[in-house]
């Protein structure tokens, strides 16, 4: 990997679109390894860890899906997820399995070096930073990369970390969908349609619930997001 250079690795079983994501992400200044099987990225990332995996769904050998989840298992590194059918299910099986964005095909190479570079700028931006807030009973630790619903951590991946800390920011006020894909992805919402907000929002209500949190994230129709806590 050359000096000072970001290390992309992405798997899709369409050699064209490799070659093109190779192009764009070069030019943009990473260091690339593609593979065509995500069998194959992730036997490389268990030798050398990348910095960001971007993952097509519908591969040969094991689904990017399945990759998704193998490698949120050992590690937090962001994920884009690749998918060419516009169903909600895919999307949605891809944030629950940790994936961090996605993007259907056929996308704009130029956007998807714009999206990667919005994610590992979110992740650099969150270098350990003395900020705690506490709202019901979550305890937000920036330093530490926690949340803790008493004394149980909820297990987030980066972005969700990200969009929670600016939902316990602002708690108790409305944040617009705009704000969160400004501050969490690092994108305008008139240079995208995207539902990447929605979809994560989704993934961390379920963690609350599952962890019995006392606070909810509520939509405030038409508008974004507010952190609330439920009374017994």
């Known amino acids: 990997m050359a ?29 690339v390894r593609t593979f065509s099987t995500g069998d194959a990225l992730y036997d490389a990332f268990l030798k050398e860890p990348c910095d960001l995996a971007v993952l097509d769904i519908m591969m040969p050998g094991t689904d990017g899906l399945t990759i998704c989840k193998k490698l949120r298992e050992i590690s937090s590194v962001p994920i884009v997820i690749l998918t060419a059918k516009e169903s909600e299910t895919d999307h949605m099986r891809g944030f629950m399995l940790g994936g961090d964005d996605y993007l259907i095909k056929p996308f704009s190479p130029s956007l ?66 705009d704000t969160l894909l400004n501050r969490v992805w690092g994108i305008d919402s008139d240079e995208v349609e995207t539902r990447v907000t929605d979809e994560t929002v989704r993934r961390i209500r379920q963690k609350l619930k599952s962890s019995s949190s006392s606070v909810k994230i509520s939509a405030v129709w038409g508008y974004g997001y507010k952190l609330e806590v439920q009374h017994a």
């Open 3 to 31: 000096e000072g250079k970001k290390l992309i690795y992405a798997a899709d079983d369409e050699q064209d679109i490799l070659d093109v994501m190779r192009e764009f992400l070069q030019n943009g200044g990473f260091s």
């Open 112 to 177: 998807l070096v714009v999206r990667i570079k919005a994610l590992l700028r979110r992740v650099e931006m969150m270098q350990p930073v003395s900020v705690k807030r506490n709202f019901g009973d979550l305890a937000f630790d920036e330093s530490k990369h926690t949340v803790l619903c008493g004394e149980v951590p909820l297990e987030l991946t980066v972005t969700e970390f990200a969009l929670l800390g600016c939902l316990m920011e602002n708690a108790g006020n409305a944040v617009s969908r």
